[in-house]
């Protein structure tokens, strides 16, 4: 399935740079001792940005939810439609869920719960990895 190739900013681009080196490393507020991700600009919870760092995870989770795409708004993607849209708790980042198209699982297979392990995948457009997960069996 071809990927979005996301463009980084400033505020995100250690996360993205991480990516290329295929590392996964989170946001982590210090004064608050927590994950947060998407990136920001400054802390969720107390709204700071000099208490942000980034930190390393191994990337390992479950399969906490997911949905199947069938119309989705974004070009390219309709190709490969209907899709997997998997909801991925990350087990070193509690609070800390991330999406993925779990590569390799038939759509509407998805086994909720179900331990998966983080690959990377390069986008087409601009060489960009992104994170994805597969389900470890």
């Known amino acids: ?50 208490t942000i760092e980034w930190r ?11 949905a199947v795409i069938h ?10 439609q209907p899709y997997n849209a998997a909801l991925i708790a990350i087990t070193a980042a509690p609070g800390v869920n991330m999406i993925s198209h779990l590569p390799g699982t038939p759509v509407d297979k998805v086994p909720l719960d179900a331990p998966v392990e983080l690959i990377f995948e390069t986008t087409l457009a601009t060489g960009q990895k992104v994170p994805e997960w597969r389900v470890i069996k």
């Open 1 to 50: 399935m071809p990927k979005q190739s996301p463009i980084p900013e400033d505020y995100d681009r250690p996360f993205w740079e991480a990516c290329n080196e295929e590392r996964l490393v989170l946001q982590y507020c210090t004064k608050c001792d927590r994950f947060q991700h998407p990136p920001k600009i400054r802390c969720d919870k107390c709204r700071r940005a000099d």
């Open 71 to 80: 119309d989705t708004p974004i070009a390219a993607l309709q190709p490969d």
């Open 56 to 66: 390393q995870v191994d990337g390992s989770g479950t399969i906490y939810s997911y």
